[in-house]
T-cell receptor, first 117, second 114 residues
């Protein structure tokens, strides 16, 4: 089991360029979560999908950020017109299906470190 | 909205010292509480969780007890080792409303001197 795979591990973009981050969840997991980690703000929830359907995007900045899950084997986070304040580690997590009130553990990938110059 | 407060930003101890990291939470429902540990270059990994009042979670000598009355979930370990050096996050997920997102505290960087 390779765990959650995130690519690239590091990405450097110029201000105004687009950045696309990829996440491959653990096989058999039906939920994908995106979080952002910075020194100032800490770990923040961005958005998540279950069974490829968007469930909650309350943490996503309203402009320039979008996420998709076109199939059960990958999800993407796209940032248009990147700004220096977008520099962060973007973490993806996945979890198994869950039923009722039973909690399904989230397994995190190593993250993608985005640096916007 | 939900929130988690960790009092200590950094803790420095010697091996075999007793560890306490304080965590208090605020949630509108009845959340599941977690402690996560993060090592450099890795994502957070679950240390343990607790879902009900008075439930104790534990792993690798670390433990915490869910206290609904004081809205706390303090992390303790009787004798720390150098290998425990990492960043520890208290967190919650309030699935009372069917939402699985996790809200994290600010984290506590633990450094153990040999």
């Amino acid at each position: 089991n390779a765990g959650v795979i995130q690519t690239p591990r590091h990405k450097v973009t110029g201000k105004g360029q687009e950045a696309t981050l990829w996440c491959e969840p653990i096989s058999g997991h039906s939920a994908v979560f995106w979080y952002r980690q910075t020194i100032v703000q800490g770990l923040e929830f961005l958005t998540y999908f279950r069974n490829q359907a968007p469930i909650d995007d309350s943490g996503m900045p309203k402009e320039r950020f979008s996420a998709q899950m076109p199939n059960q084997s990958h999800s993407t986070l796209k940032i248009q017109s990147t700004q220096p304040q977008d520099s962060a580690v973007y973490l993806c997590a996945s979890s198994l299906p869950h039923w009722g009130g039973d909690y399904a553990e989230q397994f995190f990938g190593p993250g993608t470190r985005l640096t916007v110059l | 909205g939900d929130s988690v407060t960790q009092t200590e930003g950094q803790v420095a101890l010697s091996e075999e010292d007793f560890l306490t990291i304080h965590c208090n939470y605020s949630a509108s429902g009845y959340p599941t509480l977690f402690w996560y540990v993060q090592y450099p270059g890795e994502g957070p990994q679950l240390l343990f969780r607790a879902s009900r009042d008075k439930e104790k979670g534990s792993s690798r000598g670390f433990e915490a007890t869910y206290d609904k009355g004081t809205t706390s979930f303090h992390l303790r370990k009787a004798s720390v080792q150098e290998s425990d050096s990492a960043v520890y996050y208290c967190a919650l997920s309030d699935q009372s409303y069917g939402n699985e997102k996790i809200t994290f505290g600010a984290g506590t960087k633990l450094t153990i001197k040999p």
